[in-house]
């Protein structure tokens, strides 16, 4: 059993495992209904629970889904529900808990906490997002351009608009690991964590940073974004009028390779990091993007616990 805390605790070999399994098990669903569990049901009897700390949509229902298509349960709570509103330590949490569940999902504002619970945790520990990454997000997202373009990521050109955050540091680190180029264009200012970049440079990945949107999407197989302002971020005006040049609009995917898709990891605030033509056009895969939440979940569930 291990925890997923980055895409690095699984490491390029795991990391294909886990895609290989999301694909093969959403291929096995074959027109189940969403609630039925799968064929061999691998986590029968296996209870995950999930903290949140921020609101959720695509991540609760992902891991909920996700454990129940596994043949196992789901136990879903608020960070109020739990004795951590009242000065319990993050660590005693963690230890309580080990002793009820299988696995623990942790959406947290503070990296920090998150990695103070893993240490404090006898269960595997999963990273559903925290202001310093979003792992989960990232194997769905490689599994969606995958699935839509019909090859391995290895080799392909990402291109990401707007703030350097979380999502962009998983995509960075996930190019490190599977071997493919990424092209971010930020304002000066917002460019994503530098440590990131250096450990994808060192596996050999080609990431640039720019300041152009343009030179940032051209010829690009992959067109990414994300909301400017993420939850509980300050000075949101001010960011937003640093991001306006750098909204993905038709001339942006324009620019872009012909058969470029385009991906954003929800909730979009439309007029703002995207255009509604692109969201909801023919090349904008956000959609089936939030759809194989499940599928990248259940996957990223087995390797924790040791099923892959």
């Known amino acids: 059993m291990a925890n997923f805390l980055s895409l690095s605790d699984a490491g390029p070999a795991s990391l294909r495992a886990i895609l290989d399994a999301a694909h093969a098990r959403k291929a096995a669903r074959d027109g189940r209904p969403k609630g039925a569990a799968d064929a061999d049901a691998?986590?029968?009897?296996?209870?995950?629970?999930s903290i949140f700390e921020k609101p959720s949509t695509r991540t609760r229902l992902s891991f909920e889904i996700a454990m129940r298509q596994l043949g196992g349960s789901a136990i879903t709570l608020a960070a109020g529900d739990l004795q951590l509103g009242r000065g319990e330590t993050v660590e005693d949490t963690a230890r309580v808990m080990s002793g009820f569940v299988d696995a623990v999902m942790v959406r947290a504002r503070d990296h920090g906490d998150?990695?103070?619970?893993?240490?404090?945790a006898d269960v595997p520990v999963i990273n559903g997002l925290t202001d310093r990454s979003h792992p989960c997000q990232a194997v769905a997202d490689l599994m969606t351009v995958e699935e839509r373009l019909g090859r391995p990521v290895a080799g392909t050109r990402w291109a990401w608009l707007g703030d350097g955050n979380n999502v962009a540091h998983s995509l960075i680190e996930?190019?490190?690991?599977?071997?493919?180029?990424?092209?971010?264009?930020?304002p000066r200012g917002h460019e994503p964590d530098a440590g990131f970049v250096a450990a994808a440079r060192a596996r050999g990945?080609?990431?640039?940073?720019?300041?152009?949107?343009?030179?940032?999407?051209?010829?690009?197989?992959?067109?990414?974004?994300?909301?400017?302002?993420?939850?509980?971020?300050?000075?949101?005006?001010a960011k937003i009028e640093a991001m306006r040049p750098f909204q993905v609009g038709p001339m942006i995917m324009a620019s872009a390779a012909p058969h470029a898709l385009f991906l954003h990891c929800l909730p979009a605030h439309r007029g703002e990091e995207v255009t509604d033509s692109?969201?909801?056009?023919p090349q904008s895969a956000a959609w089936l993007e939030a759809e194989n939440r499940v599928h990248a979940q259940k996957a990223v569930l087995l390797w924790a616990l040791g099923r892959l």
């Open 42 to 49: 691998p986590l029968a009897g296996h209870v995950l629970a």
């Open 114 to 120: 998150l990695v103070a619970f893993a240490r404090a």
């Open 278 to 281: 692109v969201l909801d056009g």
């Open 205 to 237: 990945a080609n990431v640039e940073i720019v300041h152009e949107p343009f030179a940032a999407a051209e010829g690009a197989d992959v067109v990414v974004t994300d909301t400017w302002v993420s939850m509980g971020q300050e000075g949101g005006a």
């Open 174 to 186: 996930a190019a490190g690991l599977m071997g493919f180029g990424m092209r971010l264009g930020v």
